[in-house]
């Protein structure tokens, strides 16, 4: 097994992939970035979008054009084949263990052993991605937690399982420091690890002790802003930004995992306003707003 990491696949071209493999390209490292085939005649169309919509990004491209030539698109029907050829394979599909686990099925057989694999997911233990995995598998995979936006947040929540081979963690932890500019945390495998574990129970709390006290969006997030330590976006605006429908997958993912007499069950209330527009197509900045309408 090389120690470099010279070439890196992204699975999942949504808010997260895109915006890290857009960093991993900034920092002039090939990028190979993959997400469902698409059903018009150009079957890697999500990806080629979202390449488009990192350079295009407002107030500030998320990446450069000449960073965008070191992108290669495609989709996981007609292109899986090519993570053989990448040291580093990042998840970041969809907050839903089964998805998970059926990608990485197909990943096991078409990587290269040695290769790091890794997760972006937010809340889903380690433990239970691997299940079923083979031992080479298992001792190459970690949880690498990115935070939203990857370009401007320097944190990254680290998981290694019992049977991660540290030479492969030290791998990715030194390309995610060096090349990437990240600051390491390292967490333990719990439901949430550290951020989601507050950070969900937060953002619930504030939910809806703001429907509560009936306070608008907007008083909410001046108060919730600033003064609370979320001065860009306020907690509506950080929804906004995270997605609406990734607020129900968490739940439900921290939901299934917790153990039964956890006492944050009790704060996992649906949040129903938030069920209510994602009904109505209102799934925050990546679509046509959330809280905050765009146009
Ligand atoms: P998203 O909905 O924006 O994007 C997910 C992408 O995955 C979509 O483009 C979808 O088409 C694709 N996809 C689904 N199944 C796939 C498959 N089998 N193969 C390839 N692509 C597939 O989601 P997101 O917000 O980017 O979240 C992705 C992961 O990152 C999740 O695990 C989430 O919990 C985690 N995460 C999200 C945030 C955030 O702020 N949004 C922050 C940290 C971590």
Redesign the pocket.
């Known amino acids: 097994m090389g120690d470099r990491i010279g070439r890196v696949c992204v ?7 895109a915006g890290i493999a857009a960093q991993v390209a900034n920092a002039g490292v090939p990028v190979l970035l ?3 085939a698409g059903e018009g005649p150009d079957r890697s169309a ?1 990806a080629r979008e979202a390449v488009a919509r990192m350079v295009k990004a407002e107030p500030a491209p998320f990446m450069s054009k000449q960073a965008a030539g070191l992108v290669e698109i495609g989709n ?1 029907e007609d292109d899986l084949t090519k993570v053989a050829l990448c040291d580093w394979i990042v998840e ?4 839903r263990l089964d ?1 998970k686990q ?2 990485y099925a197909r990943l096991e057989t078409v990587r290269r052993p040695g290769s790091a694999i890794s ?5 889903i233990p380690l433990a239970k991605l691997v299940e079923g995995r083979s031992e080479a598998f298992v001792a190459d995979f970690l949880i690498t ?4 936006p990857p370009r401007y947040m320097r944190l990254l929540e680290v998981v290694s399982g019992p049977k991660t081979r540290p030479e492969v963690a030290a791998k990715v932890e030194a390309f995610a420091d060096r090349a990437m500019g990240k600051r390491i945390v390292h967490a333990k495998d719990r439901p949430g690890f550290i951020a989601n574990r507050i950070g969900t129970y937060w953002i619930q709390v504030a939910v809806n002790a703001a429907m509560d006290l009936g306070l608008t969006v907007e008083e909410a997030d001046a108060i919730g802003g600033r003064p609370m330590g979320v001065p860009k976006t306020g907690i509506f605006g950080l929804i906004d ?3 609406l ?2 607020m129900p ?2 739940q439900k993912s921290l939901g299934s995992s917790l153990a039964p007499d956890d006492p944050f069950h009790a704060s996992l209330r649906t949040l129903q306003l938030v069920e209510k527009m994602i009904a109505e197509g209102h799934i925050g900045r ?1 679509g046509k707003g959330g809280f905050y309408r765009i146009n």
Do not use: Q, R
């Open positions: 699975i999942g071209a949504g808010v997260m992939g993959l997400d469902v999500i996981i970041a599909v969809v907050e998805v059926s990608l997760s972006n997911t937010s809340t937690h990115f935070f939203n930004l995270v997605g429908d990734l997958l968490l990546k």
